[in-house]
């Protein structure tokens, strides 16, 4: 079911000098990774170079799609890999709005996620920063009262010494400050959900960019910098619903899944799509550049994962390979389960994390979260696995993982019924790792890519593993390589 062969081009005249923007041929632009960042790159490609441009969609695997995949599912699609996005994105709405899926967008149901705290689910306190709390009453139903307390005193403590600009380990902080028991209870566990990595693995001003800011202007303020004092800064900045005023939904989703955005960029792109070919090098040429084993082309955007980047750029843009060569990739697995009858609680979904007392990391109850699968009857189910240095769970076979699945959600619901259908999907380096400095070393590596006329950087490490993120990142890769040509 996902895009695939049929809309596969013959390429055959590719390569060996027949193809190039000189000599009065058309220009050529190679696309470098068939995921969501590739596929919005070659549509922004499209849409601002018309016919003019001949452009090359290059995919190592026998699909396009990248980390979205939408699964059949008897009574309809549902989504393996990456399930929703920031609804406040309007750049991605506007997207959805060019390609014509206006039409599908569809709202969760406003069921609550919760926690699996000692045998109890409880509410995900909304007054945190990523779980992060300002004062430990916001998160007494999920920590201990001696946690609660180590928040409070926190602001009394001995200031952060915090430079503007500076950067952290977001476990090690919020652990020295507040103590292990609000990292694992509650910051790892949002922070998983989002990046398959504990915060301990995770950078504080790439992945919690607004608290950064916080503790920036705490001490460019000459205040006493503590964390307490930045997590209010930021709630207070949040904004407040007037009276009678309802806020939008935070999220939103595709009725069809996300086939039908890569089907609708795949169409609007119109190129010539090659799959199962891996480029292995990209070299200089006549002023152009040369794909092995594609051909010579006139511009490049590489929309592929971090490590496949650094070996592609190697011999043109060498300062950017090294940084991009130590970006370290986390993976995952999902198990869909589709139940004949409804048991699910009114919630979306539980986190628990990879200190809780589970295998699995976090359960969505898609057909509570979503009303359009709900009313397909019965129940969906994802349960998640894996996080950053360790793919155990992800290695482990099909029936194993199954029966952790429904190990664990018994675990965590009581009794329940066996799955009517399952469906297990591994994401082998799903996302790439944010760690310390990301953004800024990150940055370097644009900004050297840049450099270099003819080639764009693209991908889920630059500005955001999220989906919105991502078609924008390849969106701006397009548009330099438009104004170039």
């Not at 979503?370 to 950053?388: I, M, Q, T």
Request: proline share 6%; with cysteine; aromatic share 6%.
């Amino acid at each position: 079911g996902d895009v695939g062969a049929s809309r596969a081009q013959d390429m055959s005249g590719v390569g060996g000098g027949a193809v190039g923007g000189r000599g009065g041929r058309r220009p050529v632009v190679a696309v470098i990774g068939g995921g969501v960042s590739g596929l919005a790159a070659a549509w922004e490609l499209r849409r601002r170079t018309g016919s003019g441009t001949r452009i090359l969609l290059l995919e190592a695997y026998g699909r396009l799609g990248g980390k979205l995949k939408t699964v059949d599912f008897d009574g309809g699609p549902v989504d393996m890999g990456a399930e929703a996005f920031l609804a406040r994105r309007e750049d991605f709405t506007r997207l959805i709005d060019d390609l014509g899926l206006s039409g599908d967008l569809v709202s969760p149901s406003g069921a609550r996620s919760a926690f699996f705290v000692d045998g109890e689910l409880t509410d995900i306190p909304s007054a945190t920063v990523m779980g992060v709390p300002a004062e430990g009453a916001a998160v007494a139903g999920v920590v201990s009262a001696e946690a609660c307390r180590a928040v409070d005193a926190e602001r009394d403590a001995e200031p952060l010494p915090w430079v503007p600009g500076d950067d952290v380990n977001v476990g090690q902080l919020v652990g020295a400050r507040f103590g292990r028991e609000v990292v694992d209870r509650l910051v790892s566990p949002l922070l998983g959900g989002v990046y398959s990595c504990d915060a301990d693995d995770l950078g504080l001003r790439a992945t919690v960019p607004q608290l950064a800011e916080a503790l920036d202007g705490l001490a460019t303020a000459g205040r006493p910098v503590s964390l307490g004092a930045a997590v209010r800064e930021v709630l207070d900045a949040r904004p407040t619903p007037a009276a009678g005023e309802t806020r939008p939904p935070a999220f939103g989703a595709l009725r069809g899944g996300y086939r039908s955005l890569v089907r609708a960029l795949a169409a609007g792109a119109d190129a010539e799509i090659k799959l199962n070919t891996a480029v292995e090098s990209i070299g200089r040429y006549r002023g152009g550049f040369y794909l092995e084993p594609v051909g010579e082309v006139d511009a490049v955007v590489v929309a592929t994962p971090a490590p496949t980047a650094a070996v592609l750029l190697a011999d043109t843009v060498p300062d950017a390979a090294e940084i991009l060569s130590a970006v370290d990739l986390a993976s995952s697995a999902v198990v869909g389960m589709r139940f004949d009858d409804a048991f699910l609680p009114d919630r979306s979904g539980v986190l628990i994390g990879t200190s809780g007392p589970t295998a699995a990391k976090a359960f969505t109850f898609s057909s509570r979260k979503w009303p359009h699968l709900g009313e397909r009857g019965g129940d969906l189910v994802r349960a998640s696995f894996g996080s950053f240095g360790d793919d155990s769970l992800v290695e482990a076979p099909d029936d194993d993982l199954l029966g952790y699945a429904l190990r664990d959600l018994r675990t965590v619901l009581g009794p329940c019924p066996d799955p009517a259908e399952i469906f297990v999907q591994r994401w082998w380096g799903g996302l790439p790792r944010y760690g310390v400095g990301h953004a800024e070393l990150t940055g370097i590596a644009r900004a050297a890519v840049d450099a270099v006329p003819g080639i764009a950087l693209a991908g889920s490490f630059l500005d955001g593993v999220g989906v919105p993120a991502c078609a924008v990142s390849g969106r701006e890769a397009a548009r330099s390589i438009a104004a170039e040509l």
